[in-house]
């Protein structure tokens, strides 16, 4: 895959930069984080008008027909200034759902209503006993008539408090940790039986508690095979892990952009502290990592696209231990020549760091994809 960005993806680069930059700037992202829902309503009209929200889809779709790398250039810059808009959760992870695994009729509906800024949607899929491995579910989904009715309980739904539609992993054969009988179904967030819980996690985003009580579902609202839908949740999974290590970068380099700048205009002894030859080492050791981290994000987006499980897996796997180590290093690295005030609410940095350690716990630790890029357990001392 060629990374040599076109006229097209360096217009986009630009255009999103320059709208982050005009918008999102630390002290308006507070008043986002302060306000309801906890982000911006009014930026998710714009990444609407920007075509942002219709990127990932194919053209046929109502979508713009973007590639792995658009959507890499979108959430690098969406990292650089800690986006808090549900795209992720939306526009990545349950459109890859509906790419993958919905009928035609159920994308013309659903992806329209996404790119034009009119449907949130969250996935549904963890829970409170399964950790990372996503075959295991227990919520149930019972045939009744010509549908089925849903019950259970939901974990950490990303974006889960503020979706218009879940797509609830459930299932409909099997035991609780069997990899078949799993299925996909469509569930209005307002409907008789779901009952949701929302929160801020420690980065700012927002998540949900969902519980699922004799939910009703019809056949029109099932995506694919209600009993082999695990397939499509791995891909949909890979993509989204994809996504979050090119977002890890935006906050890497800017961590170190910070640190770097930081470095030039605080003093000691009369001097600048970035004159001093150790702490010059130290910020070398962190462009390393972030061109570390760089290079695994782009072969992330490179794979993201293999169809063979056995081959994307693994090396999706590969890259989220990269970029969990060099989160972690630039991260810590950061804080540390900031001194104190690098963990003051104040200061940018903190904010990064945490928003970098969440990506590395979202949808497996380092020592979880070790574990899967090497074939061995997955319970490996975190």
Excluded at 71 to 92: D, K, N, R
Excluded at 258 to 263: C, K, Q, S
Excluded at 292 to 300: I, W, Y
Excluded at 362 to 374: D, K, L, N, P, Q
Aim: hydrophobic residues 45%.
């Amino acid at each position: 895959m060629d990374f040599d960005l076109n006229d097209e993806q360096r217009l986009l680069q630009e255009s999103l930069g320059k709208l982050l930059a005009d918008h999102y700037a630390f002290e308006q992202r507070a008043e986002m984080l302060g306000g309801d829902p906890g982000w911006s309503r009014e930026m998710w009209a714009r990444y609407a008008e920007m075509g942002l929200l219709a990127l990932p889809f194919a053209e046929e779709d109502g979508g713009m027909g973007g590639g792995p790398v658009e959507t890499m250039i979108v959430m690098e810059a969406f990292g650089g200034a800690l986006v808090l808009e549900p795209y992720l959760s939306t526009v990545i992870l349950c459109g890859s759902l509906l790419r993958h695994g919905a009928s035609d009729a159920q994308r013309g509906d659903l992806i329209a209503k996404i790119a034009e800024g009119g449907l949130l949607m969250a996935f549904a899929q963890g829970e409170r006993q399964s950790r990372y491995d996503l075959f295991d579910v227990a919520t149930t989904a019972r045939r009744d008539g010509g549908g089925y009715v849903l019950d259970g309980a939901k974990t950490v739904v990303l974006g889960g408090d503020s979706a218009d539609r879940l797509i609830v992993s459930a299932r409909t054969a099997g035991d609780r940790r069997d990899t078949n009988g799993i299925g996909l179904f469509l569930v209005d967030a307002g409907a008789a039986g779901v009952s949701r819980g929302g929160y801020a996690t420690q980065d700012g985003h927002r998540a949900a508690e969902i519980l699922l009580e004799g939910v009703r579902v019809d056949e029109a609202d099932v995506l694919g095979d209600p009993e082999g839908a695990l397939p499509v949740i791995e891909r949909a999974v890979d993509e989204t892990i994809a996504a979050l290590c090119a977002e890890a970068v935006g906050t890497m380099a800017k961590m170190h952009a910070e640190t770097v700048e930081y470095l030039k205009v605080r003093k000691q002894f009369g001097v600048p502290i970035g004159s001093f030859q150790v702490l010059q080492h130290a910020a070398v050791d962190m462009f390393v990592e972030l061109e570390q981290a760089r290079s695994m994000a782009m072969f992330a987006a490179m794979m993201a696209g293999e169809a063979e499980a056995g081959v994307r897996g693994p090396a999706i796997s590969a890259a989220k231990v990269q970029i969990g180590r060099s989160g972690k290093a630039v991260g810590q690295a950061a804080i540390q020549l900031h001194g104190g005030v690098g963990m003051t609410m104040e200061f940018q940095v903190g904010h990064y760091f945490k928003r970098a350690t969440m990506i590395d716990q979202t949808f497996g630790s380092v020592a979880h994809h070790m574990a899967r890029a090497g074939g061995g357990d997955s319970l490996v001392a975190e």
